[in-house]
């Protein structure tokens, strides 16, 4: 059982280290989160961008550059994306992360049909929290990909999620679909997909629900409603009815919570780092411990 | 500004005090919480129902309910809560409280068009919290009512909360319309509601969105994204997209976020305390005070 992100972090630095392919890495935030991850030598970095700007503003926060290999392009952000994919898709990484460009631009060189990085039919974002409510990490998805996923791209959002959780050595998670009750609702079309979602033939990991959260994460709760079952209350992977209902979980836990999270998008031949401007440090710098953590 | 709910019950004592009439008051966990309420001078309890079945789980809880009135009814729960609305429409209790019926007898009772207690044009969930990483009280609805209200419903429930903050002393509440972005997306109604509530004329509030949580709730997260408005990251009434998003966000703050949280209905004549079989005992307690408070 994992408890900690920093567990991460150390299993990272305890491996083989892995290289991480920066797409546009002339960024301060982005080269900021990468300095604190090669000093703690979880990752090492291959910067792709601007060389002049990455140098001047690498400098400019005190990161030391000079053994790091900077692959340089001056012709844009998108033209980075695709020199980083091909980075990845030689085998000189084995991670890509986003810089100073924007997620459709990534996703668009990580999709491209001939020269990409496709793998599965969906990309996710999935996310991890440590929370000082919760007794161990809890995977939340997706917040911030898939609107309103369908049944059948919610089966591949749990398959993401699920080989997440395999990479970092939860080996049979714990799949609570989460909705607003715990009845199945023609009227909430939520419950309806928990119904179907549970009924259905899984690997590698137990589905249930649905489950309201409290339901999901507290095991009293789940007694106080009779409800049996092995998720409820000890759920690993809490799967969103949407986009909103994800986004607002997971920004609840983020700022009024006091949880600290780490994410990547997975469903591509690589997990992808896309950390955004208003996560914390700790947050950024234990995206890439996840990403470097899998196996 | 209020920063607790204590400051509710405080308002209650010091107020002449409300009669609660209870439907169908035969219930442990309802009764308990009355006792909490009694003793604390909230409220002066009307109890509904069996009168030998109340009097003996009062016993067995060791509230002495000698010196309060029981309306006995021997004809089943749902005639409990028209005796209770009753009881509220000859002037003789200023707020409503569920006991052992379903919700939806309850309410039967409540929006009978001429026994019942009919006001505004919607019914709705209005809680508030209290959390250790937010400075005030926060109030969120609809998390438990309406599954997918339409613009016009959402005008109502902001209307309703907007009346709940006035009559606890929140004077000007600043309504953030919570999404998943900030920027409006067609494929996210939450997203073109906040756009078509925001034009709107508005009076006693302020209303901006559409605004992912960190932005409603946190000035720095705002900052970063150059978002200008008096309600990000000061807002009093996050408006949830839907029941899903509400629910989740509910729950995360209740079971994940160390926060406590007091509800009433509103919309109809009187507030009305429907607590749930998993709140806790000081949420129950705070939900009978929310009300007492209201002027």
Not at 147 to 173: M, R, S
Request: proline share 3%; net charge negative; charged share 25%.
């Amino acid at each position: 059982m994992i408890h900690k992100l920093s567990e991460l972090s150390e299993k990272a630095r305890h491996k083989p280290k892995q290289k991480i392919a920066v797409a546009a890495a002339e960024d301060e935030l982005v080269l900021k989160s990468l300095k604190s991850a090669a000093k703690d030598g979880i990752v090492i970095p291959v910067l792709i961008g601007d060389k002049t700007n990455i140098e001047r503003i690498a400098q400019s926060i005190d990161f030391d550059v000079s053994g790091i290999e900077i692959v340089h392009n001056h012709k844009g952000a998108a033209v980075s994306a695709q020199m980083a994919v091909s980075t990845i898709k030689n085998g000189n990484a084995e991670i890509l992360m986003k810089g100073l460009i924007s997620t459709s631009d990534l996703l668009k060189a990580v999709l491209d049909k001939e020269n990409g990085l496709r793998k599965g039919d969906i990309l996710s974002h999935v996310s991890f929290f440590e929370s000082p409510h919760y007794r161990k990490l809890l995977c939340v998805t997706d917040v911030a990909m898939n609107i309103a996923p369908d049944l059948n791209t919610k089966v591949h959002i749990i398959n993401n999620a699920v080989e997440a959780c395999h990479k970092i050595g939860i080996t049979l998670p714990k799949v609570a679909v989460a909705a607003a009750v715990e009845t199945v609702n023609p009227k909430m079309e939520a419950t309806v997909h928990a119904a179907e979602l549970k009924k259905m033939q899984w690997h590698g990991c137990i589905v249930d629900g649905p489950f309201a959260i409290d339901i999901a994460v507290d095991k009293e709760a789940a007694a106080h409603k009779g409800i049996e079952s092995e998720v409820a209350g000890d759920c690993d992977i809490l799967l969103m009815p949407d986009i909103e209902a994800g986004n607002v979980f997971y920004k609840a836990l983020n700022f009024l919570g006091g949880a600290v999270s780490a994410a990547v998008i997975m469903g591509a031949a690589v997990p992808i780092v896309l950390t955004s401007r208003s996560d914390s440090e700790i947050s950024k710098l234990y995206s890439i411990a996840l990403a470097a953590a899998m196996d």
